[in-house]
C-alpha cells in the first residue's frame, strides 16, 4: 500500500530560525514528489516539484532535498517567518502520474 | 493570476440530501481533479478526469459520488445521499496537461460541506 510518512507532527520555532520537515514514502512506482504549504481552511499551493532524477530544489527561502534510493525527502525552512506558519504537505505520486498520495503534514508554528 | 474558484464556500445539509459542489477550473487545464480533507485528517484523493471522462477513482469515490463536466468551464462533484462521514472539506484542483509527471496543480480554496 502507497504510504507517505511525515515527521515531525508538529513544530514550534522562534521567527528567523531555520528547521527541517521530513518526508518517508512507500509510493512505487515513484514518479514525483511534491511538498505543498496549506494554511489554516485554505487549498494547498505548491512549493517545489521533483521528479526521480532531482535531488534538490529551491524556491526562495525553501529547499526541498530527495533521496529517491533511501524514499526520503526533506523540507528546510531557512530564516522562517511568521507567514511560514502553516501545514507543510508532502505527496508523492506514482506512475499514473493521476493519483496523489498525501502525507499528513507537519504543522508548523513560528513565534516571535 | 488565474486560479480555481469553488462554489459554495461552506453548505450544511441533512443526511440523505443530494449535495452539489462546484468548480470553476483555470481555463487552459485539461486534468480535474477533486480532494476531501476530513478535519484534522490528511487530504485524500477522490477522483480525476480527462477528456470529459474519469481516468482515475479512488475506493473513497462510491456510487454516490458523481463528477460532471456540464460545460466548458465548470466542474461538479455530486453527493447523492449524503451521509454523517461525508462532512469534511472538498477541493478540487486542476492542471495543464502539459507534464503527467511534473505539472503544477493548482487547488481551490475548498468546500466545506457539514453533514447533519
Known amino acids: 500500500k502507497n504510504q507517505v510518512e511525515q515527521s515531525p507532527q508538529s513544530l514550534i520555532i522562534l521567527e528567523g530560525k531555520n528547521c527541517t520537515l521530513q518526508?518517508?514514502?512507500?509510493?512505487?512506482?515513484?514518479?514525483?514528489l511534491r511538498w505543498y504549504k496549506q494554511d489554516t481552511g485554505r487549498g494547498p499551493v505548491s512549493l517545489t516539484i521533483m521528479t526521480f532524477s532531482e535531488n534538490t530544489k529551491s524556491n526562495g527561502r525553501y529547499t526541498a532535498t530527495l533521496d529517491a534510493d533511501t524514499k526520503q525527502s526533506s523540507l528546510h525552512i531557512t530564516a522562517s517567518q511568521l507567514s511560514d506558519s502553516a501545514s507543510y504537505i508532502c505527496?508523492?505520486?506514482?506512475?499514473?502520474?493521476?493519483?496523489?498520495?498525501f502525507g499528513k503534514g507537519t504543522s508548523l508554528l513560528v513565534t516571535p | 493570476e488565474p486560479e480555481v474558484t469553488q462554489t459554495p464556500s461552506h453548505q450544511v445539509t441533512q443526511m440523505g440530501q443530494e449535495v452539489i459542489l462546484r468548480c470553476v477550473p483555470i481555463?487552459?487545464?485539461?486534468?480535474f481533479y477533486w480532494y476531501r480533507q476530513i478535519l484534522g485528517q490528511k487530504v485524500e484523493f477522490l477522483v480525476s478526469?480527462?477528456?470529459?471522462?474519469?481516468?482515475?477513482k479512488s475506493e473513497i469515490f462510491d456510487d454516490q459520488f458523481s463528477v460532471e463536466r456540464p460545460d466548458g468551464s465548470n466542474f461538479t462533484l455530486k453527493i447523492r445521499s449524503t451521509k454523517l462521514e461525508d462532512s469534511a472539506m472538498y477541493f478540487c484542483a486542476s492542471r495543464a496537461g502539459l507534464a503527467v509527471h511534473t505539472g503544477e496543480l493548482f487547488f481551490g480554496e475548498g468546500s466545506r460541506l457539514t453533514v447533519l
Open positions: 505527496v508523492v505520486s506514482d506512475y499514473s502520474g493521476y493519483a496523489l498520495n
Open positions: 518526508c518517508n514514502y512507500t509510493v512505487s512506482p515513484f514518479s514525483n
Open positions: 478526469f480527462y477528456n470529459n471522462e474519469i481516468s482515475e
Open positions: 481555463s487552459n487545464h485539461l486534468y
